[in-house]
């Protein structure tokens, strides 16, 4: 596989985790391309601890992962991704 960029990896998050309705990634690697956070929403995460959610993503990535130097995960549920933006809109 082809160095990891933050298209390719949204691209791969949504061919393996078709379910997701929202994915956001972020290069946090001052942009040599080696660590990111990335934001997925999935009604598949309901029911799961946050622990479980980390290893399904982790296993369904685990090629790309062994790439990079960091990875960082918030996995969500819609409601909890709902909660999260009405938060983080709320003006200071």
Known sequence: MGGIDE???EARIRAV????THVQ??????GCGQSYE?????PDFE???TLKRHRKVNEL?????AQLHAFTQKSLTPEQWS???VVDATPQ
């Open 83 to 85: 909660k999260t933006r």
């Open 38 to 42: 990335v934001i997925i929403v999935s």
């Open 7 to 9: 298209a390719s990896l």
């Open 17 to 20: 985790l078709p379910s997701a």
């Open 25 to 30: 990634v972020f290069d946090i690697s001052g």
């Open 61 to 65: 990535l685990a090629d790309e992962i």
């Open 47 to 49: 029911g799961m601890s």
